[in-house]
């Protein structure tokens, strides 16, 4: 059984994001969305509300799941049962911080847990949640790039 975690900012997610979901899940039994808090940075949605958002983009797909966490993605991993990680590479910069990052995880796992990197669709590799925030804050039409649902919030953020 593959139990998998996609974890991320997800502030807000992205249809890059989705695109990697919608795809994790036909291999996965089950897949948990992972939201991580981090006190660190001030996101422009509580993860309480990243949660809610991506409970409704996601809600035709029935084995995915979607949580919150915060500290190290590993101790999550750990103390949940996930034997696998997935990850998008959008770039060689992607490619970089992730192997470094899953390097390390795999030290801290305590179980085999398998990192598994999903290339982008070419259609969204230059998408990221920033991105987005900035071309939407700026009055550009970010229509086509996260879901409707989060489409609408983000429109509400403006006004
Ligand atoms: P983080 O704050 O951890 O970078 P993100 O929400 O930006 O979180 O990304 C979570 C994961 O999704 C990362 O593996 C990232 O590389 C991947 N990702 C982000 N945007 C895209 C995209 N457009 N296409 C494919 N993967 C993506």
Request: proline share 4%; aromatic share 8%.
């Amino acid at each position: 059984m593959i139990k998998a975690l996609y974890a991320g900012s997800f502030d807000p997610l992205t249809r890059g994001h989705e695109n990697i979901v919608t795809r994790a899940s036909k291999f996965c039994d089950e897949l948990v969305i992972g939201v991580i808090e981090n006190p660190q940075k001030t996101p422009l949605f509580s993860s309480k509300e990243r949660v809610e958002q991506i409970r409704e983009a996601v809600k035709d797909m029935p084995n995915v799941k979607v949580d919150s966490f915060s500290g190290l993605l590993a101790d999550y991993v750990n103390k949940n049962g996930f034997n696998m990680v997935i990850r998008g590479l959008r770039s060689m910069l992607d490619f970089d911080n992730e192997i470094q990052m899953a390097q390390m995880n795999a030290k801290i796992y305590k179980e085999n847990v398998e990192t598994v990197f999903l290339m982008t669709d070419p259609a969204y590799s230059f998408l990221s949640s920033s991105m987005v925030k900035e071309v939407c804050f700026l009055g550009g039409d970010i229509k086509g790039l996260v879901p409707e649902n989060i489409l609408l919030v983000m429109e509400g953020k403006l006004k």
